[in-house]
């Protein structure tokens, strides 16, 4: 049965446990210096004793407006005060069932004096009872859906995170999940022990739509369909695509071009949303949407179908399970017409591909290319890829879903920080300037656009795209120093990680600077998992560096020839979540073009040009 994931985080509010981490833990860092992450492990800075008050409710503030600075300030005050008092009502620890209130005050108190958190941890714990061979208990969370409605889900997750640590379970009804946003159990539930975790509850709501695609998928099949896709995001496919990325985004400045000279304000999270359609449209299966250009019935079918996944997973009650339900409700009827078109389009697209690697002289090698269609579907079919139908459709739908609203929901977010952050602006533009001038960019300026990258980079830990991962454990196991049980439904926190006080010194300021332009290009690997923008593990993206390089160019593209701010009037940029973070009412900003730049015909042949320049370095 389709498991529903909102039905749960809905519900967060009222608190009840034994409570880990004291409050005070959670501001220490933004007296400390930048981190070294190198010379700085996260466990060395969990022990770290001194514990100031926790930051309220301003972690998450994100409304902004150029005008109607009241509005802005009603709905940041909103905000405030609903984290407000979630937190107060989590510290005062009036939810605690398991552990009687006077624990928890004397707990808090010396937590106040200073005791180091790992020593009050043992000797809690020990009070507890696991000291005389009683079962540890996961701290736990139970929860009302008043305290947390009308906000993003894993804004809650985080206030409760603040107190109950990187381990805790949250109950509701007669369901559970464990919230983990521990690096070190991170890792080893991605990385050291993968083995013995599935897709669980993600994988249920998105079989109507990704069927047993590469993200739901586990198992054996998982492992076959992996071996067979990642090859054919080679470099060379990739070196191909930055044209592909430099085209599309061409386009969006036409558009981005004409609204600025009409004087009218643009709504760019539904830009990007249509940018990145366009480019994976094209290198997922060669098959041009053009949906930033116009609508038609295939675009809009893709749109009721990702709508329904997110619909799915965020809804109370799983209407669309009920039978007669999915024959009479308009909208799943609408569902399933949707599906019916894009499979169609999918299956005819598959059987005009086939005709044309039965047409070419095929000589397949590992960075093999077709120069006219240089998709993953002519790289999958060329290399033999003995699939059936069905699966090559689940796994060309999951690949164009994976890779549409993440890379769409980052450059959303992306421009959203630079309207706040002129500082940024002058620096990328510096940088465009001096890499790319007014030529279109290739797979060597990749490297050269560090600065952009880093904005890329800061962007994803500020709005991690999704911002939790799904698992449920195969087997028991033990997470941290917890026993866990087989069958447990887990979220690990990417929001909670990317944020946390104990491993980000400002964590919630936007500053690319964190990341120094001679290191490394941030990952899990060198953040010690406090860090996942693309996971990790054996599930790690496979289109990671595909998607830094897009956002990268279409951020490099706009921004030498824009200026970007917050319409005027337009409502606050306020999160809600899908699979991806949403804004609420949209991105509405004004465009004023900074210069002509080189003649339009001009920067089309460039963009030709660059594209046989790439072609020619990688081939
Ligand atoms: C900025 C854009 C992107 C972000 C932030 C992103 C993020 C992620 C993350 C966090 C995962 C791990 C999910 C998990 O462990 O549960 C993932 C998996 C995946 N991504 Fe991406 N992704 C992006 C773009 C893309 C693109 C462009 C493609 C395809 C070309 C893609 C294809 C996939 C696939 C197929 C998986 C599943 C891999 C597996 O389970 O083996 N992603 N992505």
């Not at 005709?355 to 290399?383: C, G, K, T, W």
Request: charged share 25%.
């Amino acid at each position: 049965m389709a498991f529903n994931l909102s039905s749960s985080l809905l519900q967060v509010a009222h608190i009840s446990s034994q409570p880990r981490l004291q409050p005070k833990a959670l501001a220490a860092a933004s007296s400390r210096r930048p981190l070294d992450h190198k010379a700085e492990s996260p466990t060395h800075l969990r022990s770290t004793p001194s514990l100031p008050l926790r930051p309220t409710g301003r972690s998450f503030r994100c409304s902004s407006s150029s005008n109607g600075r009241g509005d802005e300030d009603q709905a940041v005050k909103e905000v405030e005060k609903r984290r407000a008092e979630l937190a107060a009502r989590i510290a005062s620890g009036e939810f605690t069932a398991q552990q009687p209130g006077w624990v928890l005050a004397l707990r808090n108190g010396l937590s106040n004096l200073g005791l180091p958190d790992e020593f009050l941890e043992r000797l809690f714990s020990r009070w507890a009872g696991s000291g005389s061979g009683q079962r540890l208990e996961i701290p736990q969370a139970r929860g009302s859906v008043d305290a947390v409605a009308g906000q993003a889900f894993f804004i809650p997750l985080y206030e409760l995170f603040l107190t109950y640590g990187g381990i805790f379970r949250l109950n509701f009804g007669p369901k559970s999940f464990l919230i983990i946003s521990d690096p070190d159990i991170a890792k080893h539930i991605l990385k050291n022990n993968s083995r013995a975790y599935s897709k669980g509850i993600l994988a249920e709501i998105l079989e109507f739509v990704m069927g047993k695609g590469l993200i739901p998928a586990d198992g054996e099949l998982w492992r076959v369909r992996r071996r067979a896709i990642v090859p054919a995001l080679h470099q060379k496919y990739v070196a191909a695509m930055i044209n592909l990325f430099g085209e599309a985004s061409f386009r969006l400045c036409e558009k981005l071009d004409a609204a600025a000279s009409d004087g009218e304000d643009v709504e760019m999270e539904s830009l990007f949303s249509r940018l990145t359609l366009d480019i994976i449209g094209k290198a997922v299966f060669n098959y041009e949407f053009d949906s930033l250009t116009h609508d038609n019935g295939i675009v809009e079918a893709v749109y009721v179908a990702l709508r329904e996944a997110e619909m799915r997973s965020t809804s109370p009650i799983p209407t669309w399970e009920i039978p007669i339900w999915k024959d009479i409700s308009p909208r799943q009827r609408k569902v399933s017409e949707a599906l019916k078109l894009i499979n169609t389009t999918l299956d005819d697209l598959i059987a005009i591909c086939k005709r044309m690697v039965e047409q070419e002289e095929l000589r397949f090698h590992e960075e093999y290319m077709n120069e006219q269609d240089p998709s993953i579907l002519h790289f999958l079919l060329a290399s033999g890829d003995d699939v059936s139908s069905k699966q090559l459709r689940d796994d060309l739908m999951t690949m164009l879903i994976a890779g549409h609203e993440t890379s769409a929901a980052v450059l959303t977010w992306t421009f959203y920080l630079l309207s706040k952050a002129p500082e940024v602006v002058a620096k990328l533009q510096d940088e465009v300037d001096s890499v790319l001038g007014d030529r279109s960019p290739t797979i060597e300026d990749m490297k050269k656009l560090k600065y952009t990258t880093r904005v890329i980079n800061e962007s994803l830990r500020l709005y991690p795209q999704p911002p939790v991962l799904i698992r449920r454990s195969l087997e028991d196991d033990v997470l941290g120093k917890y026993p866990i049980k087989r069958g447990e439904d887990i979220f690990i926190s990417v929001w909670n990680l990317h944020r946390s006080p104990k491993h980000w010194v400002d964590a919630e300021s936007f500053n690319p600077e964190r990341w120094p332009l001679d290191g490394p290009n941030p990952n899990e690997s060198n953040q010690n998992f406090s860090y996942l923008p693309f996971g990790g593990g054996p599930r790690k993206c496979i289109g990671d560096m595909f998607a830094t390089f897009e956002t990268v160019v279409a951020t490099a593209m706009l921004i030498r020839r824009f200026n970007f701010q917050i319409a005027l009037g337009a409502p606050p940029v306020e999160m809600t979540t899908g699979a991806t973070i949403h804004t609420t009412k949209g991105l509405k900003m004004t465009v004023t073009a900074i210069s002509s730049g080189a003649p339009k015909e001009d920067q089309q042949d460039e963009i030709s040009t660059a594209a046989h320049q790439s072609q020619q370095v990688t081939g």
